[in-house]
């Protein structure tokens, strides 16, 4: 039965080749969209999820309680220590990350991404595999364990066990001194929410730092706990605070009040957006659409796949009526549809599957995206069973109400010439359109938001900048920075320890009588003039040999002569707070414009910069060019860097990528849409271009008879087409309040943001129309120009 079926099927194919090959490309092309981002989300979803017991391990959050106070994935280092009193935690691991260290190999100085510092609770709980060495080495002072990918880059074809490796720097840490590798471990499952190329011990160089954490107010380390089975999270959130409260630490320098809070694992990659994540999370794209969008890609095929399927039965009323005049039952006649249609989706899916990986590189650089298909895990083949029965449930129920359900064969072939009538064809085209207004709306919206975005002022100048990461301190910068000046190519130079859109500093304001933090930046005054940072207040003393004191923006500014009055008050305020010994007074210094140091999807809030000279300043070294030759302009800054830090990589990124990396997420919405919405279009387009087609081929006599007693072919176009425009206004009317409550939801994303404007919806309509009008108007026109004499033999 299955090999009659399949020949029959075959016959079939052959006997309608472009109804045929129509369905199967646009099936195929709505499946593989469907795969390709509802695959990724799949996976995005499942991050951390291999880690046995991942549903009770959780990440410690620390931190202040105020106004101002963003939280950190970075947690106190009393949190290690209280954990041991927990009895509801059965482990708890501290390590530190570095995303960038500075390390020598063999006389050879590397800037090694993700540097961690762990114990041996890490490798349990993270399930760390040993290729060679024994893990509870990490126990021993100053070893290391690197990752296969490590080995294979810097020992290759050799055993790099007892090797030594130099950490000149881990982040603000430096000259920790020589580490011996004790054992290579695999790489970091592509599906964790961090990497490690290099595992350090917490043991010999690092003990006194970490010795030190529960007497600091500092978040320099992560802190993640495993939860007894049945062990409630809201109660050991409890148990830390009160273990902070009743501690020492509570009454130190710095904030008196803080909140604790536990972020399950497998949260952490989609849902967490904290300062120093330890890899870049996908917390800010909207994960939620693209499984949105997948799902409209694929409807919107799989309507465009029934209608012409149904078009194809109407085609074969004759067969239908005939067999049910012969005692055929509509079961009988839904599964000889349905076998069919599986055939169709088996073949559309087979070729999806070839589409969807030999796009994948493309994909993958297109949208920014690591899309895989892992075919070992289930959720693939539940995805494809998933597609084929929506595919065969809705043609069945389709199939049923518009044509089986027909209680006696004159019913059936009646249908066959009442098509343009079709209450569920008209729906089904209406939708689709109705989708494709959607997307185009989107499209249009998103572009015109970030184009917004582009041309908003910063308050700063991100063109032209190139910054340059630096490593080593033991030389002055102050003479790197004079020998590139002296370079025609090169504008200014200027120091800081972050760039924009790095992590910031945090000041507590309490002590200048106001609540909440400002975030803060350490550089020198050199780095405003390279940013073209403007000054409002310019309070600096032009015969001092450095610059050294506090920049602060508009908005703090504003906010501290509010509460004071005068900045003469605010100074004697400042005279009436203790200092401990190793603190200072500000010295106002400036007050700058206001500007965006994150991205527009924040406002401007309290920000400052610390400014003097020291050389720790020049970690990000900032480089402004003159407009011209970029080429020769690297070359030259490449020239001498290459003479004053001869042993240390080159490397830099330029401004205007970092500031774009902010946008990420909306870029790639942008892509996806725009993507999307043209391979909708294009579904729509078969579809409509293929049922135009049909309707043609039914009123082929009538337009023929139409001709012959007079009608002009305009007369015969607008016949044909105005039931295509009709269809095209009411999917207008259905889509404009689905996609004004969508696109209002997602500027609300923004702190700076576009107007809704009208004709984006016009737009998107007009577009809708004039591609079903051309469509639709090639098929017509071909009817209305055929011989009236070939209309009237028409079958």
Not at 129 to 137: F, I, K, P
Not at 584 to 606: C, L, M, T, W
Not at 689 to 705: P, V
Not at 727 to 748: D, G, H, K, Q, T
Request: hydrophobic share 45%; aromatic share 12%; proline share 3%.
């Amino acid at each position: 039965m299955i090999w009659y079926s399949f020949k029959l099927f075959i016959r079939r194919v052959l006997n309608d080749k472009t109804f045929s090959l129509i369905n199967v490309v646009g099936l195929t092309v709505g499946i593989t969209s469907f795969f390709v981002l509802f695959l990724h989300v799949m996976n995005e979803k499942s991050f951390d999820t291999h880690f046995e017991g991942y549903q009770n391990i959780y990440r410690v959050s620390s931190s202040p309680v105020g106004q101002g106070f963003k939280d950190w994935a970075r947690s106190l280092g009393m949190v290690h220590e209280a954990a041991a009193t927990i009895p509801e935690i059965e482990a708890a691991t501290q390590f530190s990350h570095t995303p960038v260290g500075a390390i020598t190999i063999g006389g050879q100085a590397i800037q090694q991404e993700d540097v961690l510092s762990v114990d041996q609770a890490f490798m349990n709980l993270f399930m760390v595999e040993s290729v060679l060495g024994d893990l509870a080495e990490i126990n021993k002072p100053n070893t290391a364990f690197i990752s296969e990918a490590f080995a294979q880059k810097y020992f290759p074809n050799e055993n790099p066990i007892g090797q030594i490796l130099k950490v000149d720097a881990l982040q603000y840490m430096r000259d920790l001194g020589a580490y011996e590798i004790r054992g290579v471990v695999r790489n970091t499952h592509p599906k964790t929410h961090f990497n490690y190329h290099i595992l350090l011990s917490q043991k010999g160089a690092l003990s006194e730092r970490y010795a030190s954490l529960p007497e600091r107010k500092i978040h320099w380390t992560y802190n993640y706990i495993k939860l007894k089975e049945h062990a409630a999270p809201s109660m050991v959130v409890v148990k830390f605070l009160d273990y902070f409260n009743a501690s020492s630490l509570k009454e130190t320098r710095g904030p008196k009040d803080y909140r604790f809070g536990l972020i399950p694992l497998a949260d952490i990659h989609l849902k967490s957006d904290y300062r120093f994540e330890l890899k870049e999370s996908s917390s800010k794209i909207n994960i939620g659409l693209f499984v949105l969008i997948a799902i409209v890609i694929l409807l919107t095929s799989l309507l465009n796949f029934i209608n012409l399927t149904l078009a194809k039965l109407i085609k074969r009323s004759k067969e239908l009526g005939l067999k049910k005049s012969l005692g055929a039952n509509v079961t009988q006649l839904i599964r000889q549809v349905l076998v069919e249609v599986f055939f169709f989706c088996g073949l559309a899916m087979v070729l999806a599957l070839i589409l969807a990986e030999s796009i994948r590189p493309a994909i993958n650089r297109f949208f920014e995206i690591d899309f895989q298909i892992y075919y070992a895990e289930p959720v693939v083949y539940v995805v494809m069973g998933l597609v084929v029965a929506l595919c065969l449930g809705l043609t069945a129920i389709f199939s049923y109400f518009f044509l089986l359900k027909k209680t006696s064969t004159i019913d059936i072939l009646w249908e066959r010439t009442n098509f343009s009538g079709s209450v569920v064809l008209k729906s089904l085209l209406i939708g689709q359109v109705s989708i494709v207004i959607l997307l185009l709306c989107g499209t249009v919206l998103v572009n015109k938001q970030m184009n917004f975005i582009a041309n908003q002022s910063l308050g700063f100048d991100k063109e032209n900048v190139v910054v340059l990461k630096v490593g080593d301190f033991s030389k002055d910068p102050a003479v790197f920075a004079s020998e590139l000046e002296k370079r025609s190519s090169v504008a200014a130079v200027g120091f800081t320890s972050q760039h924009f859109g790095y992590p910031t500093q945090s000041i507590n304001l309490e002590g200048l009588g106001i609540d909440g933090s400002a975030e803060f930046v350490f550089a020198n005054y050199d780095y405003l003039k390279t940013m073209n940072i403007q000054l409002v207040e310019n309070w600096i003393n032009p015969a001092a040999d450095t610059v050294r004191g506090m920049v602060i923006n508009e908005h703090l500014y504003h906010r501290l002569i509010e509460k004071h009055g005068s900045l003469d008050a605010l100074h004697a305020y400042q005279q009436t707070q203790p200092l401990e010994a190793d603190q200072e007074r500000i010295n106002f210094i400036g007050v700058a414009k206001d500007f965006n140091y994150n991205s527009a999807h924040q406002p401007i809030g309290d920000f400052a910069f610390w400014l003097d000279e020291s050389a720790s300043r020049a970690r990000f070294t900032h480089v402004r060019l003159n407009p011209g030759n970029l080429r020769m302009a690297m070359n030259e800054v490449k020239q001498v860097w290459q003479q004053l830090y001869p042993e240390q990589e080159f490397s830099y990124f330029f401004m205007d990528d970092q500031i774009a990396q902010q946008y990420k997420a909306e870029i790639i919405l942008s892509r996806i849409l725009l993507s999307f919405s043209i391979l909708g279009v294009l579904i729509s387009i078969i579809g409509i271009s293929a049922l135009s087609l049909f309707i043609a081929q039914q009123r082929t006599k009538e337009i023929g008879i139409r001709k012959v007693n007079g009608a002009t072919i305009f007369e015969i176009l607008t016949l044909l087409n105005k039931d295509f425009v009709k269809w095209v206004a009411i999917a207008f009317l259905i889509a404009c309040p689905l996609a004004y409550y969508a696109m209002s939801r997602w500027l609300e994303n923004f702190a700076y943001k576009t107007t809704l404007s009208w004709w984006i919806f016009v737009l998107a309509g007009l577009l809708a129309l004039g591609i079903a009008l051309l469509t639709v108007s090639w098929q017509s026109w071909r009817a209305a120009t055929r011989n009236p004499v070939e209309s009237l033999r028409y079958e």
